[in-house]
């Protein structure tokens, strides 16, 4: 019954930055924690930010660590991705997901259950 819808991806250059929105629709009980990731052609989905909906904890992936920021409205209605400093390998498709607030690891794609279709991103420079 959830649904996550992305936006705000595009094409910028290199050092520029982007703001991508998740609107989580339907029943969001069973929803404890939300999470960005990014897959480029061939290669693994990978974690860029995770946020927890109880106390909006956050979590980030190594390489966007100072570069981005996650943020919730209180509801967790919507999710929001900052990313800046991009760079040309950062070109992916970028996912937001839901799943439960307890996890061990939190960038690990297999725990989240629910998926959206994802917002391209394509960094040029």
């Known amino acids: 019954q959830v649904q996550l819808v992305e936006s705000g991806g595009g094409s910028v250059q290199a050092g520029g930055g982007l703001i991508l929105s998740c609107k989580i629709l339907?029943?969001?009980?069973?929803?404890?924690?939300m999470g960005w990731f990014r897959q480029a052609p061939g290669k693994e989905r990978e974690g860029v930010a995770v946020?927890?909906?109880?106390?909006?904890?956050?979590e980030y992936g190594d390489p966007w660590k100072g570069r981005s920021k996650i943020s919730r409205d209180i509801a967790m209605r919507t999710v929001t991705l900052h990313l800046n400093n991009l760079k040309p390998e950062d070109t992916a498709v970028y996912y937001c997901?839901?799943?439960?607030?307890?996890?061990?690891?939190?960038?690990?794609?297999?725990?989240?259950?629910?998926w959206g279709q994802g917002t391209q991103v394509t960094v040029s420079g």
């Open positions: 946020i927890r909906k109880r106390d909006g904890t956050t």
């Open positions: 339907g029943d969001t009980e069973r929803i404890g924690r």
């Open positions: 997901a839901a799943g439960p607030g307890l996890v061990l690891i939190p960038m690990n794609p297999d725990l989240y259950d629910y």
